[in-house]
């Protein structure tokens, strides 16, 4: 049987390096690492992400985890430029980058929507947008996009 978590709650207090191998230690062996509500220096965004996401593969594949999907950041905001100017844009690029590194075959980007009124809105044509922004990185670094939908509530 294979049993992943979502690695952010230890991320967060222990730090990436720990709390993986709690997770193993807990009897997990899939993992899905997270990339959002990161402390400003997170280091798998920052300026020297590729060599501590290979550091984190090395870790990973020696304790016997496998990183079975990711979680983009979800910083970025409706109307933002899609390029690296924008940092949010910027760091969805590197977790992606990072994921691949770290073997995941999926990441979630969550799509974007917008408050007007009280109300909260979904722009598909923006969002078809945002996600077709990354296929020459998605398929650069051989990774997919996973979508889910968490911020939209029935009226009813």
Not at 41 to 50: A, F, I
Not at 58 to 81: M, T
Request: proline share 1%; aromatic share 14%.
């Amino acid at each position: 049987m294979e049993l992943s978590i979502e690695s952010y709650i230890l991320r967060e207090r222990f730090g990436d390096d720990v709390g993986l191998k709690m997770i193993k230690d807990a009897g997990f062996n899939l993992v899905d690492v997270s990339y959002y509500w990161c402390k400003k220096d997170y280091d798998l965004l920052g300026d020297n992400y590729v060599e501590r996401s290979k550091e984190l593969r090395k870790l990973l594949d020696d304790i016997g985890l496998k990183c079975n999907q990711a979680h983009a950041p979800f910083d970025f905001g409706y109307g933002q430029v899609m390029d690296d100017t924008n940092k949010n844009y910027k760091e969805i690029v590197r977790a992606i980058f990072s994921a691949s590194i770290l073997g995941a075959e999926h990441i979630v980007v969550h799509s974007i929507g917008y408050s007007k009124d009280g109300e909260f809105l979904f722009d598909k044509d923006y969002n078809i947008l945002f996600y077709r922004s990354f296929l020459p990185i998605l398929e650069k670094y051989n990774i997919k996009i996973a979508v889910e939908n968490l911020f939209f509530r029935d009226k009813d």
